[in-house]
């Protein structure tokens, strides 16, 4: 597959964490701003082996952050970083609990703003998705959705939950009001599942949490009767196949991806943390094309699955769709 096709192609990203998108210079940037010493030198911050390793990695990052302006810094930067990789439209995650220094209700607004601010100069379209920790309470998750209920921005969209997908059979009971809630007050919900857990992780996203789409959704592959739904119903799985090469399949070609993607359900390509695995969208493509034989309509495929799985209104999906079928007129394919 050309790079210049995949470079210049209109992406959507949907499955992306603010916490794993800052860049060396930013993290050194910060540390200088806020006057915390580097705890190795900068050519090697972003190492980590294994996942507390990396959990902890995350959170020191996230602690740099001290203000308003630092949060609103982060999110105009990724904007500008996602436009410089032709992402028209991204939905981005952020877990409140791993940014110590703020509270959510400081840290939601801020980088909302520097999401609005990067639009306003003609970056990525950026759109906010909060996202629960699996270990967190039921009063805890439903204190979060009143608040994103009182405090509605064109912006925030939706919620997520992310973390170890071992504790879902008992955080599924903590967290199924908030998540009805959510979605009963018009927020799209996702799930990470099929990731940590196995297939049932799935079925119990889609059922429990009332999950609209899945993020990895992977595992779901194990299951014959849970693929069969996904195909029928086109419930979306975001994949990252990177991400899940570090922890899950010791190469691209046993990744269930290609398998998924002939089944006729809805998957997209994503990231996940671009940042601390070293990878971006454009080669996360690359990598898929090569590995599955996919030409350039499989590609714009993804990127139709990925306006349709957005949670943005019907207006911004159509503005969507006009840049991809722009972008296919040009390199003469049915679009
Ligand atoms: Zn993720």
């Known amino acids: ?43 090697e911050l972003i190492t980590f082996s294994g996942l507390a390793d990396f959990l902890e990695l995350l959170n020191w990052i996230c602690s740099l ?34 940014w110590k220094a703020l509270p959510y209700s400081e840290l939601i607004p801020h980088i909302l703003e520097g999401f609005e601010q990067a639009y306003g100069d003609g970056y990525c379209d950026c759109r906010l ?59 799209g919900v996702t799930v990470h599942a099929g990731e940590s857990s196995p297939a049932a992780g799935v079925t119990e996203a889609l059922d429990l949490l009332g999950a609209m789409r899945i993020d990895h959704g992977v595992r779901a592959v194990a299951d014959e009767r849970l693929l069969k739904r996904l195909s029928e119903e086109q419930i979306p799985l975001n994949v990252c196949l990177t991400s899940n090469l570090v922890e899950l399949y010791p190469g691209v070609d046993q990744h269930p991806l290609g398998k998924l993607y002939e089944l006729g359900i809805p998957v997209t390509v994503n990231t996940d943390d671009p940042e601390l695995l070293g990878i971006d969208l454009c080669g996360e493509l690359e990598l898929a094309s090569g590995a599955y034989g996919w030409d350039r309509a499989d590609l714009v495929r993804l990127e139709k699955n990925a306006v349709r799985a957005a949670f943005c209104d019907e207006e911004t999906k159509a503005l969507l769709f006009s840049k991809l079928e722009a972008y296919c007129r040009i390199w003469r394919i049915a679009f």
């Not at 204190?143 to 939950?161: A, D």
């Open 65 to 98: 952050v001290r203000d308003g302006s630092d949060a609103r810094r982060l999110a105009y930067r990724f904007a500008q970083y996602a436009s410089g990789q032709n992402i028209m439209y991204a939905e981005v995650m952020t877990n409140p609990t791993h």
């Open 129 to 187: 998705l909060v996202s629960l920790l699996r270990s967190q309470t039921r009063r805890e998750a439903l204190e979060m959705v009143r608040w994103m209920k009182t405090n509605r921005h064109p912006r925030l969209l939706g919620l997520s939950v992310d973390g170890n997908e071992a504790e879902s059979e008992s955080s599924n009971r903590e967290l199924y009001e908030a998540f009805w809630e959510a979605k009963n007050a018009g927020f």
């Open 1 to 43: 597959m050309e790079q210049i096709f995949i470079k210049g192609l209109p992406k959507v990203e949907l499955h992306i964490h603010l916490e794993g998108t800052l860049d060396t210079n930013l993290i050194v940037e910060l540390a200088e701003k806020n006057g915390i010493r580097l705890p190795r030198p900068k050519e």
